[in-house]
């Protein structure tokens, strides 16, 4: 039999009413997605986007191109895991790339060595009496701009009613200037050996998987969490509950901030330079990925783990549309087109749960 009758007042439980878990949805999701790029592959470019087709016996993967597209999503991946925690919030965040292009650039300042090579000073050097120095050093300080850059958006949005939206819209205009002003507009180079190595290799993966695993247990396990959920769900009931709202949103905003920050030093690390362009449309990229990902723009729904799997969808476009050769500007287009679908899912996803109830 489908029904039980254990329930209240006689309700009964179907079993085919049951929802999965909808992180399963976005896993079908990514395997449509790769589905479809080894279809157009096979069919426009004879080769498999993921797969090894030169009839090698090490790996039945093209483990270069996954690589890749783990590579090219991890910083921005880092970035996404505090607009997923805002996001559940019922807030929004528009100002992680603007603090990526200000933490770049103080903290790579922090960062240079005197000479490039034996005899040669470093024609880059913001400050002759500082260099060489250890490599906590820009660490701490480009988190710390990173987290104050978030505390000032959460105090903001909590203490004087600013909409998520201007609040951390006047950041990024801010921290944009800022990023410009801090050099002049100049890049920022030669960072030390130390500091090189954060962002070397598949460092930044580690990184991410890392800071995911962490901040999924987090939300799923701790005080935290429940409260970041209940906030996004019913923000009234919650302060009704004795959750204190403000000093919340506040702690959120700030941890947003300083996955930022971190990013920021994770991408100069990798290129070896700091620009004050430097994280153009992140915070929009990072969005992406949670809406693809499943997290709600309403509040009180999504998960970590949902974001993780957005991101992979995120960097199979991107990988898929290089490997078949199409420009760039396609990529946008498509981007476009998933957010939109994205959130019009989300709507039609509400819309039948309360029909259920």
């Known amino acids: 039999m489908s029904q039980s009758s ?6 009964t439980f179907d079993e085919k009413k049951k929802a999965r878990a909808p992180e399963w949805n ?8 790769v589905g479809i790029f080894e279809g157009l592959g096979a069919l426009l470019m004879g080769q498999s986007l993921l797969f090894d087709s030169a009839d090698r016996f090490d790996s039945i993967f093209n483990e270069a191109r996954l690589k890749i597209i783990i590579l090219q999503v991890a910083i921005i991946g880092i970035i996404a895991l505090g607009s997923t925690q805002v996001i559940i919030l019922g807030g929004i965040d528009l100002s992680p ?6 933490t770049a650039m103080i903290a790579m300042s922090f960062a240079q060595v005197a000479e490039i090579s034996a005899g040669v000073v470093n024609p880059k050097l913001m ?3 500082i260099s ?3 490599v906590i050093v820009p660490i701490v300080i480009g988190l710390a701009v990173g987290i104050a850059a978030g505390a000032i958006n959460g105090l903001l949005i909590a203490y004087t009613r600013i909409p998520p939206f201007i609040a951390t819209l006047g950041m990024m205009v801010f921290a ?5 002003w801090w050099s002049k507009g100049q890049p920022i180079s030669f960072p030390t050996d130390s500091y090189a190595a954060l ?3 598949m ?3 580690f990184i991410f998987i890392a800071l995911a695993i962490l901040f999924h247990l987090i939300l799923k396990y701790t005080v935290y969490g429940k409260h970041t959920y209940a906030i996004g769900s019913n923000e009234q009931a919650s302060r009704m509950s004795g959750i204190k709202v403000e000093h919340h949103k506040v702690l959120v905003y700030t941890i947003a901030g300083a996955l930022a920050a971190l990013a920021a030093i994770v991408l100069s690390s990798k290129n070896l330079t700091a620009q004050a362009g430097m994280g153009v449309m992140y915070e929009l990229d990072a969005i992406a990925m949670t809406v693809i990902g499943g997290v709600s723009l309403s509040g009180g729904r999504g998960s970590i783990l949902g974001t993780v799997l957005g991101s992979l969808i995120f960097g199979v476009i991107i990988s898929g549309f290089t490997f078949l050769k199409l420009d760039a500007y396609y990529q946008e287009m498509v981007k476009g087109i998933i957010i939109v679908g994205a959130v019009v899912l989300d709507q039609y996803r509400q819309k039948r749960n309360a029909s259920r109830m």
């Open 6 to 11: 254990h329930g209240i007042g006689g309700l």
């Open 26 to 33: 976005v896993f079908f999701a990514l395997l449509l997605i």
């Open 97 to 102: 790339g603007s603090i990526v292009g200000v």
């Open 127 to 129: 400050w002759a009496g």
């Open 132 to 134: 060489d120095l250890p």
């Open 176 to 180: 944009r200037g800022a990023a410009k």
């Open 199 to 201: 962002g070397a290799g």
């Open 203 to 205: 460092m930044p993966v």
